[in-house]
């Protein structure tokens, strides 16, 4: 069973297309990246799938139950992260959670145990009792996060949480999801920062103009879309003669250089490491280093968008 199932979701707002048809399948356990860039549908399917917006047309599952039918049980299982604080500025962070608990019908001792706890994973323990308004806007974010979770949701979807805080805060709010993911939550966190992807999703799905681009672990993407090689060898030095004999390398595609290093390029499936290794031994020049370069989601992300995420 999947924790989440969107089929052929469209939705539009008047004549502007949000999402087109988008297909998409969360397994459960993992940390999934949902990324795009500005205007692909991210916010509109997060909306949906919180119950915020009904879609136009197609269905969302979450474990199995139609988000039609089954929206009360659902929700129990849901902690949304949206992109708008909702907090109470004049009650401490003790009474902001404990609220959100009871909204659950959680009171008594369970209330007082997962407030505790929910402010416990995002580290605002010795700050219970301060009012919500004297906090700066991380720990603002942060306490909104306990307010999410403190129910212990199945499926945590966030939107965005670490837009414009400051560095402390967002490494607190990057473990406290590998935290709660650990402990069996599945996320689905959308951001504009390709490094929080990188260090915490897998897998992830590329959206773009309401549809979906690319799903797959973040290994897959890669390997999927890098059709080439490129190594780049740092040399004590080199002359035109080695260029011209790099070149004749069966295969090689490109020969560039920047000061003392050479940028070999070469087909993914045609190995040319070991003539190129000859041709450098025959012209007695010496590598001082050499590295291969590795694609990064960023490249993928460019590839399929022709955008970086922060444009
Ligand atoms: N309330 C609305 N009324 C009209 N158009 C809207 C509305 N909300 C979103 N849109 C449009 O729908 C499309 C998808 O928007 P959405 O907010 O889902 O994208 P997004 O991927 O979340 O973008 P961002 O990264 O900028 O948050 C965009 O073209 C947007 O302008």
Redo the contacts with the bound molecule.
Sequence with gaps: MYSVELKGLKKA??K????KELNLKVEQGVIFGLV????????????ILSGLLKPDKGEVFIFGEDLKTHETSIKRKLGVVSQELALFENLSAYENVSFFLKLYGIRGKENKLKTEQALEYVGLSDKAKKKAKTFSGGMKRRLHIACAIAHKPQLIIMD?PTVGIDPQSRNHILSTIELLNKEGATVIY?T?YMEEVEAICNPIAI?DH?SLLIEGSKETLKEEIYEKQQISLEMKEWDENLLTSLREVRGIEEVAWQGNVLELTFPKEINCLPEIIRKIEKSNKEIKMLTTKVPNLEDVFLKLTGRTLRD
Excluded at 36 to 47: E, F, L, V
């Design positions: 707002y008047g502007q297309i949000a999402l795009g860039p500005n205007g692909a549908g991210k916010s509109t399917t997060i909306h965005e959308t504009h959206i309401g």
